[in-house]
């Protein structure tokens, strides 16, 4: 290990003190790192740069706070478990901010993430312009999650359900014996209800249309439950003749209409199966009392420079910083705002301060979030709808803003969906957090955020088994002497790392178009561009252009609309379900014509960097379909075949084979009451997952929780010569995913790394030279070695007569491919537009791309400043 602590000698390091270290694949490793520094991990894809920060750093940080509080937390620590560590030594606290794939519950938004919200609340509350004779409200009563503030009829949804009658009666010339009320239910209900309408004077036998539209209304939307005789076993008319004698009936029926009998069944119905039937018939509308603006009319009523709360919440954030400036202007004027009244002039002074005091606190919370290049979201957005990228840069700004002192940040990939034009901004918050008297360690593989390090750990120097150890740990510069390491030739230089000279001369022009024209959805609007086919395409722009909803919404969309040879073959990834089709609304659509040869788009495969599943149960060997193959080789040793255990013995999802306790799941939830709840591992089956007899079979001495245990490059050693599970391992190593044990839950991956694994289930299959790939960031999360071996695959795609589309940030990629298509100028709304299209060479050279500078500097081979 090469080490530099750049520190004059001394019997105690100040800073941070690491011994043995051996959580994953990290190797016995003693560390020294310093403290207020910002401290860049580094290392290959694998190599346990994260084991170090995250697994063993944060963990035993975390662990000490579990000490530091009530009785019954600590008594919980052995659950919880503890990083595998000898010492450290010198830890502050520390706060973790990982990439997360999920950000709350639909009703989580950027306004009440950021708290930003809490003050724009008590904005309206305070120096708010209500309407004459109206009470002043409460912050609480602006809140769409609170009773106080939400619209009554919706509950602060914005959305109600509704039951139409085309799906009431989708057939209207079939006669209700005939089921032209296709939401009521069949069998024995069904019968009754029909018998009820006769016995009100309906002919259930003439087609429904002829029906008088009073009489129509009246079965589909009435409020009434009216207790209505039923006469069975009789004809109509014999029903009628006897409603008008006063017969006593063999029983009454309560009636119900059609819309209430399905909104009844979808909320009170213990049956799933009967809540999923009424589902079928109906449809989530905006709320016809507060018209998709989810608060009390009240509220509502109020507004700021002509604005109610929903108004302000829907601006752009940079919008609202704007609006706030002008407030704090000394000429600033609005409504005078007097309890009940609405005149026009200059405030009160205390209204007039205090407007300025709010609108001043309000800039100094979006500041960071704007300059953290998220200016063109809106606190309305909910959070569910960020990238993780997204995520992690509005959870950093917040912790810019809680001031922290003598806090380590831990940080995962902060540069992650970044483009190079907002890096400065980041490293302004990291030196910013550093400066205030904090640590920041943090992951990356950008090499421009890496270059600002003050001091830098490479882990390595292979991925898995082939890394864990400390390749250098010092000053940025010493790393330029050491051989060992993979970083150093990327920061530095070398020919293995070096651009092409010739790559202009093998740009592919392609062989035909893909040509999309008024292409409008998001912040997309009436945009016309042209894709090559047979050709490696790169999309770019800066964060929030529309670079993602081209992608992965405007191309796929608009190939099902207007090719609709190939609408039965897209291969495009579902989204995933709604918690509740009240919050998610009706889904955007794509507007506009696509245009392009049938036979050269058969496939179409979108691959996005959507989770691979839902729950710890997928993992990636049951993704890829290896684990298939697996249980069959265990279900053929002779010790299995003696006890007639099948392939299914194996699976942790069947009640023979798996753990009884933890049902398959090898952890179990840890309730921490006042905590987030934790995962430990099954004190039963000690998180293998099986229960004792499965462990007892073994295949070349290994348990099948062992194999699950594997990495890929170890699997493919451990199968090396089974030709059937080594195309599924060959496929994973080619896309840099070695490194990742088969059992790895899908919860656990990246969203770079769930990509990979479904890039890798795609890359095994047999290529026709008719697919077109669509990616976004495939290099998320890989170092610059992985990102050349990840490309290199893509580009033997197209060898193949495939296309290949990536969103990319990586302008070291962007140069390597044959076409690029920039997007901007700016974000959200001052985005949006093509700016530039041509090859790599022809958009560094346009003027108006913020793209351009930088991948100018990535095909000659230098690096770049992005501009303060």
Not at 713 to 718: L, P, S, V
Request: charged share 25%; aromatic share 6%.
């Amino acid at each position: 290990m090469n080490t530099d602590h750049g520190h004059p000698t001394a019997t105690r390091f100040d800073g941070v003190s690491v011994r043995g270290a051996r959580e994953h694949n990290l190797r016995e490793i003693d560390v020294d790192i310093p403290r207020d520094a910002l401290v860049a991990f580094t290392g290959v894809s694998g190599s346990g740069k994260s084991s170090l920060a995250f697994g063993t750093v944060y963990a035993e940080a975390q662990r000490r706070f579990f000490e530091s509080v009530a009785p019954y937390a600590r008594r919980l620590i052995d659950q919880v478990g503890a990083p595998d560590v000898d010492s450290i030594e010198g830890l502050p606290p520390a706060v973790a901010l990982p990439q997360r794939r999920s950000g709350g519950s639909a009703r989580s938004t950027v306004g009440s993430a950021t708290t930003v919200a809490n003050v724009v609340r008590m904005l309206f509350s305070r120096v708010g312009t209500y309407p004459a004779g109206a009470p002043m409200l409460l912050a609480e009563d602006f809140s769409t999650n609170t009773v106080q503030g939400a619209c009554p009829t919706c509950h602060g949804l914005g959305r109600v359900y509704d039951v139409p009658e085309e799906l009431m009666v989708p057939d209207d010339s079939l006669s209700i014996r005939d089921r032209a009320l296709a939401a009521w239910p069949t069998a024995w209900h069904g019968k009754q209800l029909q018998d009820s309408l006769i016995s009100l004077g309906y002919d259930i036998d003439v087609p429904w249309a002829e029906i008088p539209r009073e009489k129509r209304d009246w079965v589909l939307f009435t409020q009434e439950s009216p207790q209505v005789p039923v006469f069975t076993d009789r004809s109509p008319s014999e029903v009628r003749k006897a409603v008008a004698a006063g017969e006593d009936p063999r029983y009454m029926s309560t009636f119900l209409g059609v819309r209430r009998y399905v909104l009844d069944t979808f909320a009170n119905s213990k049956s799933a199966r009967m809540r999923q039937k009424a589902a079928e018939f109906m449809v989530s509308v905006r709320c016809p009392d507060c018209h998709g603006k989810r608060l009390k009319p009240e509220a509502l009523a109020v507004t700021f420079e002509g604005a109610d709360i929903t108004e302000i919440s829907s601006m752009p954030l940079n919008e609202v910083a704007r609006l706030m400036e002008a407030v704090l202007q000394p000429d600033w004027r609005s409504p005078s705002q007097t309890h009940g009244s609405a005149e026009h002039g200059e405030l009160p002074p205390e209204k007039r301060l205090a407007a300025q005091r709010l609108a001043s606190e309000l800039l100094g919370r979006l500041s960071p979030i704007i300059d953290l290049g998220l200016g063109y979201l809106t606190l309305d957005r909910t959070t569910t709808t960020l990238s993780s990228g997204e995520l992690q840069r509005m959870r950093l700004a917040t912790q810019v803003l809680s001031r922290l002192f003598g806090v380590v940040f831990v940080l995962d990939e902060p540069s992650a969906g970044l483009h190079p034009a907002d890096t400065e901004a980041l490293l302004r918050i990291l030196r910013s957090l550093r400066d205030s008297g904090n640590t920041v360690f943090y992951v990356e593989h950008s090499l421009d955020v890496i270059r600002e390090a003050d001091w830098i750990v490479d882990i390595g120097p292979g991925a898995g088994t082939a890394g864990g150890t400390v390749v250098y740990s010092g000053r940025i510069d010493g790393l330029r002497e050491v051989e060992a390491s993979v970083t150093r030739r990327y920061l530095f230089g070398s020919p293995e790392a070096a651009p092409a000279p010739d790559r202009a001369a093998r740009r592919r022009s392609g062989d035909a178009h893909l040509v999309l024209r008024g292409v409008s959805r998001n912040n997309l609007a009436d945009v016309s561009v042209s894709f090559p086919l047979g050709a490696f395409t790169a999309v770019t722009g800066v964060s929030g252009s529309g670079k993602s909803t081209l992608i992965n919404h405007g191309i796929p969309d608009l190939l099902r609309a207007d090719l609709s040879s190939v609408a039965d073959e897209v291969e495009a990834e579902s989204e995933p379900a709604a918690e509740d089709p009240l919050v998610s609304g009706s889904p955007a659509a794509t507007s506009g014509h696509a245009t392009g040869p049938a036979d050269r788009l058969r496939r179409i495969v979108q691959v996005t960097q959507k989770p691979i599943g839902r729950t710890p149960r997928s993992n990636v060997a049951t993704y890829t379909g290896v684990f298939d193959q697996i249980r069959s080789r265990f279900a053929a040793t002779p010790e299995a075949r003696r006890r007639h255990y099948g392939a299914g013995r194996f699976s942790f999802n069947l009640p023979s084979g798996r753990c009884p306790v933890c049902k398959g799941e090898g952890m179990i939830e840890v309730e921490l009451l006042f905590l987030p709840t934790v995962h430990a591992p099954c004190t039963a089956c000690a998180g293998t997952r099986y229960n004792a007899e499965t462990l007892e079979i073994r295949l070349r001495g290994k348990t099948v929780a062992d194999v699950l245990a594997m990495s890929v490059g170890d699997a493919r050693e451990f199968f090396d010569g089974d030709a059937d599970v080594l195309q599924h391992l060959d496929a994973l190593l080619d896309v840099g995913l070695g490194y990742i044990s088969l059992g790895q839950s899908a919860t656990e991956l990246s969203g770079g790394e769930a990509q990979r694994v479904k890039l890798a289930s795609e890359l095994r299959r047999a290529q026709r030279g008719d697919t077109l790939y669509l990616l976004d960031e495939p290099t998320s999360g890989l170092h610059p070695a992985d990102s050349d071996r990840l490309i290199g695959h893509l580009q033997r795609l197209v060898d193949g007569g495939n296309t290949v589309i990536v969103v990319e940030h990586d302008m070291r990629v962007v140069a390597e491919a044959d076409w690029v298509i920039d997007l901007g100028p700016g974000a959200g709304d001052a985005g949006g537009q093509v700016i530039a299209a041509g090859t790599p060479e022809e958009v560094a050279d346009h003027s108006a791309s913020r793209t351009a500078p930088f991948l100018k500097a990535a095909l000659v081979g230098r690096e770049v400043s992005a501009p303060s």
